[in-house]
C-alpha cells in the first residue's frame, strides 16, 4: 500500500507511525477526500496542533546542530503538517513564523518563486529545515537544484496512494547563493524553453566585428522560429530594429527592471502592450550583427546591466 512518507534511503519504509500518521487520513479519513495531515488553523499559540509543529521544529534544529545524526534518521523523524495561507501571507513571512528555512517550504512545496505561493491552497510544512529535490524536476528552480553536485540525502516518498513524489532529502541544506538570487528574483524566468547559452555575460571578442568589448546579456542559441517569452509580467517600453540587435523588444518591469530580447525573426507584440509573465513575445531569428539563429537577451536594473546567469542560473 502506497503511503505518504516512506524512505528509500536504505530500502526501508519508515516506523508504522507514519503510516497512522499521514496514510490512512490521505486514503478516505478526510471528508470529500480533502487533503488531512494534521491541520493548522492558525499560526499562533492558541492552536494546539501549530505548538506541536513548533516542538518538532526545535528538536530536528536540536538534532541537526547540537549532534552528529545521519541523514536516515533525521528522515526517520521527519513529521508534515498542512496549513491554508492567507491573503496576507507570503513565504518569507510563514517560514520566519514557522522557524523554519524557506528553502524547505519552497521545494517541498514545488515553488520556483515567492509568487507562486497560492492562497487558499495547502501548503506542508515540514519540521526539519533542508532542501527536498525531486526526482523529476518541474519548474525551473527544481532544474537548477537537480543539477547540482549533491549526491548525500534520502530518498523520500511524499504523497498519496498511487499519487507520490520521490524527493531526494537532505536535511540541514540550504539554497546555495546563486539558487537563492535565482528564487528570490521576484518572477524572472528564461525566455526560451529549450536553448543553450553560446555566450554568456562578461568580456569577450565581438564574433562579428572581431573586436574585444562586454557582453551585457546571454546568447541563447535555438532553431529560427522558436517562441520567445516574456520573462516577466511587464509592458513593452520599445520595440523596433537595431543595428546591433536587430529586431528587438524591450520590456519595463516593476522595481526599475527592463529585459531585452534581440535578434528576432519577428515581433509579436504592440508598443505600450501590458504582458504577462510567459506570455509569447517573438520568435528567435538571426536579424542584426549575428552569425546564427539566437536570442541576446538581457536584464537591466536602474539602467545598469545584470547577468542573467547570476540571477537565474545558467544550468542547460
Not at 520573462?231 to 522595481?255: C, K, L, M, T, W
Amino acid at each position: 500500500m502506497g503511503g505518504f512518507l516512506t524512505s528509500q534511503g536504505k530500502g526501508k519504509p519508515l516506523p508504522f507511525f507514519y503510516f497512522l500518521l499521514f496514510v490512512l487520513p490521505l486514503l478516505g479519513a478526510g471528508e470529500n477526500g480533502s487533503l488531512s495531515l494534521p491541520l493548522i488553523l492558525r499560526l499562533d499559540s492558541r492552536d494546539a496542533i501549530f505548538k506541536q509543529y513548533l516542538s518538532d521544529v526545535e528538536t530536528a534544529r536540536k538534532r541537526l546542530f547540537l549532534a552528529q545524526i545521519p541523514p536516515e534518521a533525521m528522515a526517520e523523524s521527519l513529521t508534515v503538517y498542512a496549513y491554508v495561507p492567507l491573503e496576507s501571507d507570503d513565504i518569507l513571512g510563514l517560514a520566519a513564523r514557522c522557524n523554519i528555512p524557506y528553502a524547505a517550504l519552497a521545494t517541498l512545496n514545488r515553488l520556483s518563486h515567492p509568487e507562486d505561493l497560492k492562497n487558499g491552497e495547502p501548503l506542508l510544512l515540514p519540521s526539519s529545515p533542508g532542501l527536498f529535490i525531486p526526482e523529476k524536476p518541474g519548474n525551473d528552480l527544481e532544474r537548477l537544484l537537480g543539477s547540482s553536485q549533491r549526491e548525500e540525502g534520502v530518498w523520500l516518498f511524499i504523497g498519496a496512494g498511487k499519487t507520490k513524489t520521490r524527493f531526494r532529502f537532505l536535511p540541514g541544506e540550504d539554497l546555495s547563493p546563486t539558487e537563492r538570487a535565482f528564487f528570490l528574483n521576484k518572477g524572472f524566468h528564461y525566455p526560451l524553453e529549450n536553448f543553450q547559452v553560446s555566450s554568456p555575460y562578461g568580456p569577450r571578442v565581438n564574433p562579428v566585428t572581431g573586436r574585444p568589448g562586454v557582453h551585457q546579456g546571454l546568447d541563447l542559441a535555438s532553431p529560427e522560429g522558436a517562441e520567445v517569452y516574456a520573462a516577466r509580467d511587464g509592458v513593452v517600453n520599445e520595440q523596433g530594429n537595431d543595428p546591433v540587435f536587430g529586431n528587438y523588444i524591450i520590456i519595463s518591469h516593476g522595481d526599475n527592471w527592463v529585459s531585452l530580447y534581440g535578434h528576432l525573426s519577428k515581433i509579436e507584440t504592440t508598443l505600450n502592450q501590458e504582458l504577462r509573465s510567459g506570455n509569447l513575445i517573438g520568435r528567435v531569428g538571426s536579424t542584426g550583427q549575428s552569425t546564427g539563429p539566437h536570442l541576446h537577451f538581457e536584464l537591466r536594473q536602474n539602467g545598469r546591466a545584470r547577468d542573467p546567469g547570476r540571477l537565474l542560473g545558467i544550468f542547460r
